[in-house]
């Protein structure tokens, strides 16, 4: 789909659209893919294809047009004032099993001042450590639900669990929430997280495998497995899976221990340092 940037677009879809902007033929920028975002609920908004001309530097948009979300390539002033008359609802799970309780006062405190900033905010903290959960002073519209679940010696189990204990609390509690995120206890918020990383099915990328070559990717090569993909397939590697309609750059999980490189404008989250031997139940 072709448009310029002079043009507006009137969608009345329930849904959040985008749109993308091919500009050809410049003699500096060839080729250079401009993400322009509609957004809509009866409304007519779009985003300037101007913002996002500073990001020749890295990959915007996926070969099947999913925005990669960088910084410089949205309008947060613009995206918020259109979700926030929408009155939408923000799920976040948590899992702080064991010693990874730790992580969880920096987890939810770093959350207060970058995640989704004046929206409903509702965080849902696993734990089988509930009196051990620390009390977080949390703004208007921000709630949060501690769920307790079992220990386990195993943290392989803590980790994969999860999504089965997410699927669990979707059924029981969450039907009328608009958005729901899984997240790393272990890590912090530096900076904004909010309605840009909004859609209906999000994926961030790997921090540790942004730059490789798909051939170095981690993937499943077991043919009998139903994740698996054989050589020369794929794309992105995700941390979860699944090809996503809008993509997490690795602004938004970085890890600590990694320097920070320059198409890194700014970093969102990020995994703290830890030590697995003093933490996990098994290494
Ligand atoms: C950001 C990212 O890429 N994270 C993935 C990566 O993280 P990590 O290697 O950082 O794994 P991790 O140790 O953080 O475990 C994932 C999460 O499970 C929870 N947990 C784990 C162990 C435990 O004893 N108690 C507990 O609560 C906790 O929320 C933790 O953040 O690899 C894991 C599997 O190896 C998972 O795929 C993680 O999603
Ligand atoms: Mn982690």
């Not at 669990?161 to 029981?172: A, F, G, T």
Request: aromatic letters at 14%.
């Amino acid at each position: 789909m072709r448009v310029t940037a002079s043009t507006w677009w009137l969608l009345t879809s329930e849904y959040i659209h985008h749109l993308y902007h091919h500009r050809a033929n410049n003699a500096n920028r060839a080729n250079k893919l401009f993400v322009i975002r509609v957004v809509t609920r009866d409304l007519l908004v779009f985003q300037s294809a101007v913002q996002t001309a500073d990001r020749s530097d890295v990959v915007s948009v996926t070969p099947w047009l999913a925005p990669v979300v960088w910084e410089g390539t949205f309008n947060p002033v613009l995206l918020d004032s259109i979700y926030e008359p929408q009155n939408i609802s923000v799920a976040v799970t948590v899992f702080a099993v064991g010693k990874y309780i730790m992580f969880l006062k920096n987890f939810l405190e770093t959350a207060e001042q970058h995640f989704f900033i004046g929206f409903n905010v509702h965080v849902y903290v696993f734990t089988d450590r509930t009196k051990d959960v620390p009390q977080v002073k949390m703004a208007a519209g921000r709630q949060l639900t501690v769920r307790s679940v079992p220990s386990s010696k195993r943290w392989q189990e803590i980790s994969a669990r999860r999504m089965e204990l997410i699927q669990l609390l979707i059924e029981e509690e969450l039907h009328h929430t608009d958005y729901i995120f899984c997240l790393d206890v272990d890590s912090k918020f530096h900076g904004r997280w909010g309605s840009e990383s909004l859609g209906g099915l999000v994926a961030v990328i790997h921090p540790g495998y942004y730059k490789d070559d798909r051939s170095r990717f981690p993937y499943e090569r077991r043919p009998e497995s139903r994740a698996y993909l054989a050589p020369g397939e794929g794309d992105f590697y995700y941390c979860g899976g699944g090809s996503p309609e809008q993509v997490l750059s690795p602004e938004y999980l970085w890890q600590d221990f990694k320097s920070r490189e320059p198409e890194i404008h700014i970093i969102r989250f990020s995994g703290v340092v830890k030590n697995y031997a003093d933490i996990r139940p098994n290494v």
